[in-house]
């Protein structure tokens, strides 16, 4: 039996716990074509060249396992079109920027930074439900429901209707598994789970069309500016990936920043009398354990030399994100977690045109996160080291995160310290 290459060790759930050493030998041929034709590009320079290549394309109906398939319709609520981030330019930067209107710089430059305060209550509030246990699931318990809570409200989407999305996002994230299945295969379930979304966010833009509120679909609906409005098809195309991705990538980057800082108490202990260590901090969680470990399925659109291989034409590429924030070419001990590292230009949230679009929101909502985590969480140690992983090896996270706590303290700022938030924890959970 053939030994498994280096990817497939990779794609392995055994491997999950700790992929770096893997990374660490797929370095040593920074472009390497595997069986199936597909070019692993795994060094830091590379990476970034190509994130950087106009002759590479992030549209999967230019890769060759989908040639000759039909594409998902692309009006109305049976299907939904490409999101913008499956797009090439122009359509690319042309819905990326009507997106950006209702979300960001430089039309709605306060947004998220707004957002800090209510973010801030809603994971003290969380933190609150820990008062009387031994034990809590970060996950389940706190790095799951803070960004879901988040993006719903951005987009506005009532709170009830918040748990119909844990079966959407699943089983879309499945669908970035490579090993799960073939590129279409994977791309007809995204399809399908796609227009059972898609019926939801249109009736919930007719909802928002009636009555316009102070949120993205409703600020996407009523924009008179430039190339406005966007289609009602891209609009909701655009809600579901904003939906999908703006919490389930930042779940990940929650808990391995709470794995993290268990692992470093020293840093833990800094952060709790430093607080403007966190934003160094978790750039470093970034780079050092990115919530997102690669990009599968880019495809060349011309003949690419690179790092003394020429990648021909129609192949496909997957960018080994993670491999490239621990290239030590470019980052000195790149092994080591050190929230004071200088010049962390990362790929946690990759680079280029499609540099990740909720990264503003994802950053606040992890600083929030391990903020509050670390000044109320008493004496918290890890219940299980390492605890178990999620199988998706594109996605990297911990599925449950175990943790053992003395007591919850007051949140700061807090009037006084209720019997219920310092009384000591009894029992197991």
């Keep these: 039996m053939a030994q498994p290459s280096i990817f497939e060790q990779i794609l392995d759930p055994a491997n999950r716990v700790d992929p770096f050493a893997l990374y660490a030998e797929l370095r040593k041929t920074p472009v390497a074509r595997q069986s199936d034709g597909t070019y692993l590009v795994s060094t830091y320079d590379e990476i970034v060249a190509l994130l950087h290549d106009h002759r590479v394309s992030s549209d999967p109906r230019n890769h060759p396992e989908l040639a000759g398939v039909p594409s998902a319709p692309e009006h109305g609520p049976s299907g939904l079109p490409l999101p913008f981030i499956s797009r090439d330019p122009p359509e690319h930067d042309r819905l990326r920027d009507l997106a950006t209107r209702p979300f960001g710089p430089p039309c709605s430059p306060g947004r998220i930074e707004d957002m800090r305060p209510w973010l801030t209550d809603i994971a003290n509030g969380l933190i609150d439900d820990f008062a009387g246990k031994s034990r809590v699931d970060i996950v389940d318990d706190f790095a799951y429901p803070l960004p879901v809570t988040a993006i719903c409200r951005l987009l506005g989407v009532p709170r009830e209707d918040q748990p119909r999305f844990h079966h959407w996002a699943d089983a879309i994230i499945e669908t970035v598994d490579p090993a799960t299945g073939t590129f279409a295969e994977r791309q007809r379930t995204r399809t399908r789970i796609n227009a059972e979304l898609g019926a939801y966010l249109d009736g919930l833009a007719d909802a928002h069309a009636r009555r316009p509120g102070d949120d993205l679909i409703s600020g996407m609906l009523t924009d ?43 840093v833990l202990d800094r952060l709790r009398t430093e607080p403007q260590l966190i934003i160094p901090l978790v750039e470093e969680l970034l780079r050092y354990e990115p919530p997102v470990q690669f990009l599968p399925s880019r495809t060349t659109l011309a003949d690419i030399d690179i790092a003394g291989t020429t990648i021909p034409k129609g192949s496909p590429i997957t960018l080994m994100l993670a491999a490239g924030s621990r290239d030590p070419a470019r980052f000195p001990d790149p092994d080591r977690f050190d929230p004071d590292r200088t010049d962390n230009v990362h790929l946690g949230y990759g680079s280029g045109i499609h540099y990740c679009f909720g990264a503003p929101l994802a950053r606040v909502e992890t600083q929030v996160a391990l903020t509050a985590l670390a000044h109320r969480l008493v004496h918290p140690r890890l219940a299980a080291d390492p605890p178990p992983y999620r199988t998706n090896p594109t996605l990297r996270g911990p599925r449950h995160l175990p943790v053992d706590i003395d007591a919850v303290a007051p949140a700061p700022g807090a009037t006084a310290p209720s019997e219920r938030d310092l009384r000591p924890a009894h029992g197991r959970l």
């Design 224 to 266: 008179t500016g430039p190339g406005a409005p966007m289609s009602r098809a891209d609009l909701i195309s655009t809600a579901a990936l904003l939906l999908i991705a703006g919490h389930e990538t930042t779940v990940n980057l929650i808990a391995n920043g709470t794995l993290t800082l268990l692992r470093h108490p020293d």
